[in-house]
């Protein structure tokens, strides 16, 4: 199969392999893991912050932040279509009884003026305002990058009204090739920031979250209160050492790829793509109506899967495909000829 769902979905390469065979390990609770304090201290070397913290998932890292800089009862600001948002299960109410003040934009990019009016008043019958949270790149915009101009308005703001921000980074090392800079640059306004390293930088496992001694000493405690908490962990991380050191430099063939895909994609019947907002390895597109009682999405995306390509369907006509390490020229190639076929039978 051409697996176009997610970066996720990648295996790790054989240099992972050899390097969690090899792994000095033990037991990381007890902060004696010496793997794992590579891992983390290479980490928030290349983050810019002084401290790291490897946990199991991006969303446990997001989560972790949000525990760290609220309190019950509070809002956390945030882009309406953030992951945070859209897709951690609600876990922001459950773990740390705060709620989401999303902002609803047209391009994915919020303006200081947007957030300065999503914050609430310091008046006693409103929820406070305790934390933005801003994502880099922009999953549902198409991998969206955010450059450091923009983090640092949106930062300045907040912390002028004494509101800490975490960085959803996820795909930061995307964001940094794309625009041409370093993850720590981009990551310098922002309190606190989580990397993946098991979506485009191709590992098996495994976020950080990073920012300072006294942040990441406290996260300690709340990843172990989430459950976080692993033991001879460091044959997960040495292949983490592995997607940092070798796997960043790379990227800018996936978003080579991206782009031709979406370029591809657009000349389709049905597809409403924007090429160039596809700056880094994720498409997101959107099909027009069509006379079928099925979803378009969904016979696109069915029709794609019998011709062995996989893609996710988020709505009726929506869709969202992502180039990896394992996505070559000749399966851009397949993908759009088998795009064409669904489609001309979609729409005509």
């Given at each position: 199969m ?14 992972m ?14 902060e ?30 997001n ?18 279509r ?10 922001m ?12 934009t ?16 310091p ?25 450091e101009?923009?983090?640092r ?9 004494e509101?800490?921000v975490?960085?959803d ?9 794309a ?15 989580m ?12 976020s ?14 709340v ?19 592995i ?8 990227l800018?063939?996936d ?17 409403e ?13 959107r ?11 969904a ?18 006509r929506?869709?969202?495909m ?27």
């Open positions: 051409i697996d176009l769902r997610s970066d996720t979905v990648t295996r790790p390469t054989p240099a392999r050899a390097a969690m065979a090899a792994a000095e390990v033990g037991d990381d609770v007890y004696e893991d010496p793997t794992v304090r590579r891992l983390e201290e290479l980490a928030a070397s290349m983050l810019g912050k002084d401290a790291a913290l490897f946990v199991p998932t991006g969303t446990m890292g989560q972790i932040a949000i525990h760290l800089h609220t309190r019950p009862g509070s809002e956390v600001v945030l882009e309406a953030a992951h945070i948002f859209n897709f951690e299960m609600g876990a109410a459950a773990w740390s009884g705060v709620i989401p003040r999303p902002v609803v047209a391009d994915g990019l919020l303006t200081p003026e947007q957030v300065a009016d999503a914050i609430a008043p008046v006693s019958y409103r929820t406070p305002t305790r934390l933005l949270c801003l994502e880099n790149t922009h999953n549902l915009w198409s991998g969206l990058p955010i450059d101009a923009r983090t308005a949106l930062a300045d703001l907040a912390h002028a009204r509101i800490p975490h960085l980074g996820a795909r930061i090392f995307n964001a940094a090739v625009l041409g800079t370093t993850a720590a640059a981009l990551a310098a306004p922002c309190d606190t920031v990397c993946c390293l098991s979506k485009g930088l191709g590992a098996p496992v495994g950080l979250l990073a920012g300072s001694v006294d942040h990441l000493r406290e996260a300690r405690r990843r172990k209160l989430f459950g976080g908490g692993m033991r001879q962990v460091g044959v997960l991380a040495a292949p983490g050492i997607a940092l050191t070798e796997m960043v430099d790379r800018g063939d978003h080579a790829r991206a782009r031709r895909l979406a370029e591809g994609m657009a000349e389709l019947p049905g597809v793509a924007v090429p160039d907002r596809v700056w880094t390895n994720i498409l997101v597109f099909l027009a109506p069509a006379p079928a009682p099925e979803p378009p999405a016979r696109l995306a069915w029709g794609l899967r019998e011709r062995g390509i996989l893609c996710t369907a988020f709505s009726d929506e869709l969202r992502v180039t990896h390490v394992e996505i070559s020229d000749a399966d851009i190639d397949a993908t759009l000829v088998a795009a064409r076929q669904v489609l001309a039978c979609l729409y005509r």
